[in-house]
């Protein structure tokens, strides 16, 4: 049976706090992993077992091992496919940020599909004997960061990090046409289009609240440079709230009537908080040369 392993020494500035509070509250592994550990006896302090209610000191060695019917997901079925370089912008060993190009889907739809991020990246770990599992999605017309885990067990902890918008991502798009206000919200709710089913539409069926940030960076002739930041994660959200105050993306092949080679539309940076490290830092993608 598959097993993964993590270790991590606490920090000498770590404030005490029992065992479970680290695990659930400061570490976000979900209370049914904790419950398996615990009865499993497979979290240890400095090499040996000790009950949840004891209290974690700074310099104290945690070693959890976790089994793959800890997890709904537990199986990295991605075919490998090394046709394709991955950029990697930051790894450690729970986890990699890559920069996706514009053109590419971020995961295989179909079984036996190659050609998308998560199988260029399965080729990419194979040395390290990691598997790649997905954590988030851009559209395959979008460029930029993404977040890939090496393992099932920091997924649930980046997907609460995310849904608790611990983790922030931070776009750059040109638009057509130019703004009346220097920055300001989109406050529209997206549901599906009746029509077309690949589409998202303001206002449709099953419409769910949604939450966008701009900022305008410059203006050239009848164009845009905004910088954009999600207040929520749906859909096509970027491209459908554009195109909803009149402003769609430029090349977006199903919101724009501007046509570009690619649509212009980037994940430029992201605030990423890293499991068991505790860590922020801040990763950015490189501007493709076309957006320029």
């Known amino acids: 049976m598959k097993t993964w392993q993590v270790t991590n020494q606490l920090r000498p500035n770590f404030q005490p706090c029992n065992l479970r509070s680290l695990l659930e509250q400061q570490w976000l592994l979900p209370h049914r992993v904790v419950h398996f550990l615990r009865v499993r006896q497979d979290v240890m302090v400095n090499h040996k077992y000790l009950p949840m209610n004891y209290t974690a000191n700074a310099g104290d060695l945690i070693s959890m091992n976790f089994l793959a019917s800890d997890f709904r997901t537990s199986q990295s079925n991605y075919l490998k496919d090394g046709n394709t370089k991955v950029e990697v912008l930051f790894e450690n060993e729970h986890l990699l940020v890559v920069n996706k190009p514009a053109g590419v889907k971020t995961h295989p739809n179909q079984p036996l599909e190659r050609g998308t991020l998560m199988n260029f990246v399965a080729s990419y770990l194979l040395q390290s004997g990691s598997a790649p599992y997905m954590v988030h999605r851009i559209d395959q017309q979008t460029s930029g960061a993404i977040i890939v885990a090496k393992s099932p067990v920091v997924v ?70 905004v910088k954009l930041e999600l207040g929520t994660g749906r859909t096509h959200q970027l491209r459908v709230h554009l195109a909803g105050i009149g402003h769609s993306i430029i090349g977006d092949p199903l919101y724009s009537s501007i046509t570009n080679e690619k649509m212009l539309l980037h994940a430029a940076s992201l605030q990423l908080i890293l499991p068991f490290e505790q860590t922020k830092i801040k990763i950015n993608a490189p501007i493709p040369d076309y957006f320029k």
């Open 156 to 225: 649930p902890i980046l997907d609460r990090l995310i849904s608790t918008k611990q983790i922030s991502r931070d776009y750059f798009a040109w638009v057509a046409g130019t703004f009346d206000q220097l920055q300001g919200q989109i406050n529209l709710p997206i549901g599906r289009d009746p029509l077309d089913k690949r589409k998202r539409m303001i206002a449709g069926p099953q419409a769910q609240p949604a939450l966008t940030s701009y900022q305008v960076i410059r203006k050239q002739d009848d164009k845009t440079l």
